[in-house]
């Protein structure tokens, strides 16, 4: 399966380069960033919220080809690996131990984090030579997950106990992700560029959540 999806992805890469063989201008480049995401909405069991999502820093990196179309409109297929996910919080839960024991309150704390192959495909508007807005669809598959407890009160003698979702015992998730992206930029000089980007994910994940992104880095034209 993940060889037949990277290929696809390399296929559509191949096909936007051949289709704008006779564009005005087109240049290779790379580009890394941060990014800050959280799952939506918030886990509930009959119409009670069990914890909130919270938001989690990662990582992208990886390259693009950029199109000149027409003047001050470009188009930008990319192929990015992000680390992304969110983490999850059960504040106040009151746990006890023995029957003559005080009970105690304390949060649960847990973190998943995603390993995703993406591949966002970018309209891009030069309002001036300097600024440009954007906006596109975007396709991610989860190639590892990793998912590990920080603070854990059902069991505080285990603090960061980690869990293999490949493992049949564990739980199974969804892998593919269909969204949007909305983006603006600004072109420091010639060949490097500002970017920031919000990504909403369109179709529902693990039964009700879905994505959502903030990206902010770097791109420099080969």
């Given at each position: 399966?993940?060889?037949f999806?990277?290929?696809?992805?390399?296929c559509?890469l191949l096909?936007?380069?051949t289709?704008?063989?006779?564009?005005?201008e087109i240049?290779?480049?790379?580009k890394a960033?941060a990014?800050?995401?959280?799952?939506?909405?918030?886990?509930?069991f009959?119409?009670?919220?069990m914890?909130?999502?919270?938001?989690?820093i990662g990582?992208?990196v990886?390259?693009?080809?950029?199109?000149?179309?027409?003047?001050?409109?470009?188009?930008q297929?990319e192929?990015?690996?992000?680390?992304?996910?969110?983490?999850?919080v059960?504040?106040?839960?009151?746990?006890q131990g023995?029957?003559?024991?005080?009970?105690?309150?304390?949060?649960?704390?847990?973190?998943?984090?995603?390993?995703t192959?993406?591949l966002?495909?970018?309209?891009?508007?030069?309002?001036t030579k300097?600024?440009f807005?954007?906006?596109?669809?975007q396709v991610?598959?989860?190639i590892?997950?990793?998912?590990r407890?920080?603070?854990n009160v059902?069991?505080p003698n285990?603090?960061?106990?980690?869990f293999d979702?490949?493992d049949?015992?564990?739980?199974?998730?969804d892998?593919?992700e269909?969204?949007i992206?909305?983006?603006?930029?600004?072109?420091?000089?010639?060949?490097?560029?500002?970017t920031?980007?919000?990504?909403?994910g369109?179709?529902e994940?693990?039964?009700?959540?879905?994505?959502?992104?903030i990206?902010?880095?770097?791109?420099?034209?080969?």
């Open positions: 399966m993940k060889k999806t990277l290929s696809i992805v390399l559509l096909s936007s380069f289709i704008n063989a006779q564009s005005k240049k290779f480049g790379i960033g990014n800050y995401s959280q799952f939506t909405p918030n886990p509930k009959f119409e009670i919220e914890g909130d999502y919270k938001g989690k990582y992208y990886g390259g693009f080809l950029n199109i000149g179309l027409i003047e001050k409109l470009q188009f297929p192929l990015l690996l992000a680390m992304q996910g969110s983490r999850f059960i504040e106040d839960v009151e746990t023995d029957f003559d024991s005080n009970p105690m309150v304390s949060d649960f704390r847990s973190r998943v984090n995603d390993l192959l993406v966002p495909l970018e309209l891009r508007y030069f309002f300097k600024y807005v954007e906006v596109g669809p991610g598959y989860i590892d997950r990793t998912y407890t920080e603070e059902f069991d285990v603090p960061n106990e980690q979702p490949n049949p015992n564990n739980f199974d998730y892998k593919f269909i969204g992206n909305l983006g603006a930029g600004y072109n420091l000089r010639d060949n490097l560029l500002i920031a980007r919000y990504f909403f369109l179709n994940r693990d039964y009700n959540i879905r994505a959502s992104v990206n902010l880095g770097l791109e420099f034209k080969l």
